[in-house]
Nanobody
């Protein structure tokens, strides 16, 4: 079992930056990839980005590439999502996920085994 807890969400203005954290606990040694997703009411969960365990492979969605950066500190069992030049369209609940099965840079939610509860990010115009 892996437990994930996000933090760092909040209300910001358009153009601001924000850093989200995802702290993992439990059987963290089995994590092969960590992903970030976001969701707004009435819409499907959207892939934001992913990072493999070593941090050598990072992938972003087209809508966040160049503005968002994912990193990890395995000594702290924490994955970060640094968001810059935020837009009102980035408003969503951001959730981190962990994959413990074989490595696969999947962008679909079904490819992840564990999920946090999410943190709200609201970008005011």
């Amino acid at each position: 079992q892996v437990q994930l807890v996000e933090s760092g969400g909040g209300l910001v203005q358009a153009g601001d930056s924000l850093r989200l954290s995802c702290a993992a606990s439990g059987r963290t040694d089995g994590i092969v990839a960590s992903g970030w997703f976001r969701q707004v009411p009435g819409k499907e969960r959207e892939f934001v980005g992913l990072i493999n365990f070593s941090g050598s492979i990072v992938k972003y969605s087209d809508s966040t590439k160049g503005r968002f950066n994912i990193s990890r500190d395995n000594a702290k069992n924490t994955v970060y999502l640094e968001m810059s030049r935020l837009e009102p369209e980035d408003t969503a609940v951001y959730t981190c996920a962990a994959r413990v099965t074989a490595w696969n840079p999947t962008t679909t939610p079904t490819g992840y085994d564990y999920w946090g509860r999410g943190t709200q990010v609201t970008v005011a115009s």
